[in-house]
């Protein structure tokens, strides 16, 4: 049976056992997925043991997604811009390296929450590893404009203007959270940690158009507090990331097995388990 996991530290909570099974029982896929707990120092050496013993495939999460990245002997267009990987694909010519956290996100706003992106006005929070992530999807769905602000303005400026070669016709830039006053936007992406401490980012009021979405790429039982905030500030609708965890791991287990998964009804049951606790 091909072996595949989800290598992490911590990696104890990690959804992505449960998602992968389901998906594997869907399709008809032979197959074993684990949590794969690697030493903070033998990220490396981790993957190397798990190759040998047969290991087909990799899903990786914090703090090794850099590494990953440099252990790739090859990688998609859509991981060499967002300078990190994700999923490593172990094959008897080398390691493939991908990122498909932004192609996840992609699918969830569009399929999922019914959200097209084509002509509309985009503002992504953070400027970190998971903005960077989502950058080439967002911009190859083409929106008018798509704005990057954080709280250190450099970086957003900086991050905008590296992806600017990728833009086409869409406007992208970079500011502080400051600079955000009296604009509204259609679709407004938290991509910022501020949830998992319980914080917000320092945002103006009245960020939000007539019947935008909010979108959160923490997830939980409940809102959380940037949803929370959001709703309060007028937006329409919001959503957490728990669709893009699910199919950023579609994402990967099509590549892997060339087979892709229906995702919506595997959303739907991990929704409910989180929900009930």
Sequence with gaps: MDRYAVVGNPIAHSKSPWIHAAFARQT???LAYEALLAPLDDFAGTVARFRAEGGRGLNVTVPFKLE???LADRRTPRAEAAGAVNTLALGADGILGDNTDGAGLVRDLSLNLHCPLAGRRILLLGAGGATRGALLPLLDSAPARLCIANRTRHKAVE???AFAAHA???RIEGCGFEALADQRFDLVINATSASLSGELPPLPPGLYAQGALAYDMMYGRGHTPFLRAALADGAARVADGLGMLVEQAAES???W???RPDSAPVLAELRQLI???
Excluded: H, P, S, Y
Aim: net charge neutral.
């Design 257 to 259: 097995r060339g087979v």
């Design 68 to 70: 990953a990245f440099a």
């Design 168 to 170: 086409g016709t869409v």
């Design 28 to 30: 008809g896929q032979a």
């Design 275 to 277: 929900e009930a606790g």
């Design 159 to 161: 991050l905008a203007q």
């Design 253 to 255: 287990f099509a590549l």
